[in-house]
C-alpha cells in the first residue's frame, strides 16, 4: 500500500481543488451528462464550495501521497443530522487507484470523527460501489448495504453505518 495522508486544504489552495474537481466531473461524465461550456470545462457552480471554508461543519481535505496530491475528500455533517457525518465528493486521479489510498483515507476519517457515517453513491455508478463496499467493509469489519433514497429529486444509494 502506498504512502499517504489527509491534509486539510487551506483556502488559498481552493483553485487546486477546483482543477482537480474537473478530472472528477470529467470522470463523472461517464456515468451521468454533464455539460461543458466554450472552453472546454465543465459547468459546476463552485460556489457550493464556499461553505467549507466558512462553515464549522464542514472539512475539505487532500489525498497527498509521496508523489504530490493524489486526490480529494468533502466532508461535512449532513444537513439536518448534525451527529451524522457525510462524504459529499471523494476522488482518487486515476495514477493512484488501486494502491490502497482510498480505503486507507476512509480509515483514517473514520478515526479522526467517530460517529455516524453516510456515504452516497449514484446507483448507476458501478465502480464506486464496489469502491465503497470493500472499502467500509475493511474499515469496520462489516459489510454495508446501501439503501436507495430520494435526495433533492434524485434517487442515491446511502451507505450508513456508525463507528
Not at 470522470?27 to 455539460?35: G, Y
Not at 439536518?80 to 487507484?97: T, V
Request: aromatic share 16%.
Amino acid at each position: 500500500m502506498a504512502t499517504f495522508n489527509l491534509q486539510p486544504i487551506p483556502a488559498n489552495q481552493r483553485g487546486v481543488l477546483e482543477v482537480l474537481f474537473q478530472f472528477y466531473l470529467y470522470e463523472l461524465s461517464a456515468i451521468v451528462e454533464l455539460r461543458q461550456s466554450d472552453d472546454g470545462y465543465f459547468s459546476y457552480d463552485f460556489s457550493v464550495l464556499d461553505k467549507y471554508w466558512s462553515a464549522p461543519d464542514h472539512y475539505p481535505y487532500f489525498i497527498s501521497a509521496e508523489s504530490g496530491i493524489a486526490g480529494f475528500v468533502l466532508v461535512r455533517q449532513y444537513p439536518g443530522l448534525d451527529q451524522r457525518y457525510d462524504i459529499e465528493q471523494f476522488f482518487i486521479l486515476a495514477a493512484h487507484k488501486r494502491k490502497g489510498l482510498g480505503a486507507s483515507a476512509l480509515a483514517q476519517l473514520l478515526e479522526k470523527y467517530p460517529g455516524d457515517w453516510q456515504i452516497r453513491v449514484l446507483p448507476e455508478n458501478l465502480v464506486a460501489h464496489r469502491f465503497w463496499q470493500r472499502s467500509i467493509e475493511r474499515a469496520i469489519g462489516l459489510q454495508c448495504t446501501p439503501t436507495a433514497k430520494l435526495e433533492d429529486n434524485l434517487v442515491m444509494d446511502f451507505y450508513e453505518f456508525a463507528v
